[in-house]
């Protein structure tokens, strides 16, 4: 940490201004800059992740919010002036959609100085280095692109090995949300209904990122979600199966509680905690719905017809239908002539996500959080 003098006087009153004056709405306190640096937004980000909530209440939670706005612009003040200081070509930081870490990005990139953001590679032992935020799916997309077209001679086998690994479950030391579940299960068929499954995103880091992302037809989850029990309720030949995502199960009560509270004719919901299979539940579907899920690649991966009402990583790849507006999208889920997109339109997905990033060069990785840098280990 720098030392307080980096701090003026006018800078801790016009911070503590800033505080005290904190909006009371997520939505006036995504918009509540500092300096027009976008703190606010970086501290609505840092308020879903601790309290795991998609909505957090923002007078349940006023103490921790005003601590996140002063970290936010404590950092930004401090960057300012590190920069102002020693005039870097460069400065990089760790992923910088938080509150503790936007405000270095907000100085460096209000003197005209360049930034680049750091994150976790392909796999532990890698890092990557990106030139615009990694929350930005279009930059992400080009980014895909370029690595598929630079790709040597395994790239195809890369690809297909993706997809492979997270159906048995391997991954880079993440959580493996499939682990509790009994190979093989799925529920009872109803009928002769078309079965659509939605699969729920875990979509917390990209709640508040502004406008890195822009869905194109419903605003968030809950929306898709609404839309598509009052489309089914009325149909006679559908039946609509939403797995909801193990994450939930860590989330807040409220969001537990929404997640339990879907219903409707001709829906079931799959709890968060259920055994049934999702990649059995993915063979047994015949169209599978996401909002960005990983799982919508992987659907058109395994031959299913994949529609995406999000905005996501792989859009634009050729891999999954993609409606423009809501009354495109049910007319694909009648379709019972709908056919899968060809399983080459994924390689490109599956080689990114096990290929990009660099190796270290004076850190050794031990584990996806822990490793030695130039032999002194770090915890």
């Given at each position: 940490t720098l030392p307080d003098e980096f701090l003026s006087e006018n800078a801790r009153l016009?911070?503590?201004?800033?505080?005290?004056?904190?909006?009371?709405?997520?939505?006036?306190?995504?918009?509540?800059?500092?300096?027009?640096?976008?703190l606010g937004l970086a501290t609505v980000s840092s308020l879903i992740t601790l309290t795991?909530?998609?909505?957090?209440?923002?007078?349940?939670?006023?103490?921790?919010?005003?601590?996140?706005?002063q970290c936010s612009a404590m950092v930004y003040e401090k960057a300012r002036a590190l920069i102002l200081k020693y005039n870097p070509q460069k400065v990089i930081a760790w992923n910088g959609r938080t509150a503790s870490k936007k405000g270095i990005f907000e100085a460096a990139k209000q003197l005209g100085?360049?930034?680049?953001?750091?994150?976790?590679?392909?796999?532990?032992?890698?890092?990557?280095?990106?030139?615009?935020?990694?929350h930005d799916f279009a930059y992400l997309r080009e980014n895909i692109k370029t690595y598929w077209q630079q790709g040597g001679m395994d790239r195809e086998e890369l690809g297909h090995t993706f997809y492979r690994n997270r159906r048995q479950g391997e991954g880079i030391g993440l959580t493996n949300f499939?682990?509790?579940q009994q190979k093989g299960l799925v529920p009872g068929k109803t009928s002769n209904h078309r079965?659509?499954?939605?699969?729920?995103?875990?979509?917390?880091?990209?709640?508040?990122?502004?406008?890195?992302?822009?869905?194109?037809?419903?605003?968030?989850?809950?929306?898709?979600?609404?839309?598509?029990?009052?489309?089914?309720?009325?149909?006679?030949?559908?039946?609509?199966?939403?797995?909801v995502h193990p994450h939930v199960e860590k989330k807040s009560?409220?969001?537990?509680?929404?997640?339990?509270?879907?219903?409707?004719?001709?829906?079931?919901?799959?709890?968060?905690?259920?055994?049934?299979?999702?990649?059995?539940l993915m063979d047994w579907a015949d169209v599978v719905v996401t909002y960005g899920s990983t799982t919508g690649v992987e659907a058109a991966y395994w031959g299913k017809p994949s529609v995406l009402l999000g905005e996501s990583m792989y859009s634009g790849l050729g891999c999954v239908y993609q409606?423009?507006?809501?009354?495109?999208?049910?007319?694909?889920?009648?379709n019972d002539t709908l056919a899968p997109l060809p399983q080459e339109t994924c390689l490109p997905y599956g080689y990114y996500s096990l290929s990009f990033g660099?190796?270290?060069?004076?850190?050794?990785?031990?584990?996806?959080?822990?490793?030695?840098?130039?032999?002194?280990?770090?915890?």
């Open positions: 016009t911070i503590q201004d800033y505080v005290q004056n904190a909006p009371h709405s997520l939505r006036e306190l995504r918009a509540y800059n500092y300096n027009d640096a976008a795991k909530s998609f909505e957090p209440d923002p007078d349940e939670h006023y103490p921790l919010i005003q601590r996140l706005l100085v360049e930034v680049q953001y750091s994150e976790r590679g392909a796999t532990y032992d890698r890092y990557e280095l990106f030139d615009k935020p990694p499939t682990s509790k079965q659509i499954v939605y699969y729920s995103s875990s979509d917390d880091e990209f709640a508040a990122v502004g406008d890195l992302i822009n869905h194109p037809i419903f605003k968030n989850q809950t929306e898709a979600i609404a839309s598509l029990i009052t489309w089914v309720s009325n149909r006679m030949d559908c039946y609509l199966t939403i797995r009560l409220e969001d537990r509680n929404l997640w339990q509270s879907w219903n409707g004719k001709n829906v079931q919901v799959i709890p968060p905690d259920s055994k049934v299979d999702s990649y059995a409606p423009r507006s809501e009354a495109e999208v049910y007319p694909l889920l009648e660099m190796t270290y060069k004076y850190y050794n990785p031990n584990t996806l959080y822990t490793g030695d840098f130039l032999g002194e280990r770090l915890d």
